[in-house]
């Protein structure tokens, strides 16, 4: 397998966990969207959106990471991403979406880019932006994590399901911008849980290849 993917990118980081959570070998390809890799012709005969992550699997050409990630659990079931009821897997996949449906797309690096350089917003007012829905849309993801008994160490249960895939992405992202996480404690201890396992600390953007200032 191949993946395409920028070490900043939540998206990525997402997959890099999954893959690693299930001990799969991959060959890292950085595609440097600070450098507008992406905007590059061979990029873009790969995948006509431009985003990373892209996963190859011998002749299929996979995107978008929560697809990757369910693909990756329906062809390499072990250990399993998704809970076997169907009960479990729906809030899975909810608190997932809370991330990855409600907050990343709207804070996300061409976004960011369109504020300041289309819009005209200052650098000051575009952290705002992006502290406002990161610190409010995890409030969402608190109470969800709060209420009820299937929240254990992890977002479900003991076991790290892609909920946690994409968790601690976002909470990287969100240090990394200074937002405010104190209001959050249930996100931050599930998301200490994650940070003590290689396969989440290991693949943190810090520790890629291509990791830059």
């Keep these: 397998m191949q993946l395409h993917n920028y070490f900043r990118s939540s998206a990525s980081y997402r997959v890099r966990i999954a893959l690693a959570l299930k001990g799969l070998d991959y060959d890292y390809i950085p595609v440097h969207l600070g450098r507008s890799d992406h905007l590059e012709p061979a990029f873009g005969a790969i995948t006509p959106a431009r985003l990373v992550p892209v996963l190859q ?15 990756l659990d329906e062809t390499r079931p072990e250990p399993p991403l998704l809970p076997r009821d169907a009960a479990g897997r729906a809030r ?10 409600e907050i990343h797309p709207i804070n996300n690096l061409r976004v960011l880019r369109f504020l300041v350089h289309d819009l005209k917003l200052s650098e000051d007012d575009k952290n705002r932006w992006y502290r406002h829905w990161v610190e409010t849309g995890l409030e969402v ?11 254990g160490r992890f977002c479900h249960g003991d076991t790290p399901t892609m909920a946690d895939c994409v968790l601690v992405p976002q ?10 996480l104190d209001h959050v404690p249930t996100v931050m201890r599930i998301h200490a849980a994650c940070m003590e396992l290689p396969a989440f600390s290991e693949t943190a953007p810090a520790r890629c290849p291509d990791a830059t200032g």
Excluded: K, P, W
Excluded at 92 to 101: E, L, M, S, Y
Excluded at 141 to 151: D, I, M, N, Y
């Design 141 to 151: 993801v608190e109470a969800r994590l709060s209420a009820g008994g299937h929240t």
């Design 57 to 71: 699997d011998d002749d299929l050409l996979l995107t978008q990471s929560m697809a990757i990630i369910e693909y």
């Design 92 to 101: 899975v996949r909810a608190i997932a979406q809370d991330i990855a449906c």
């Design 171 to 180: 909470i990287a992202n969100a240090q990394r911008f200074d937002c405010r």
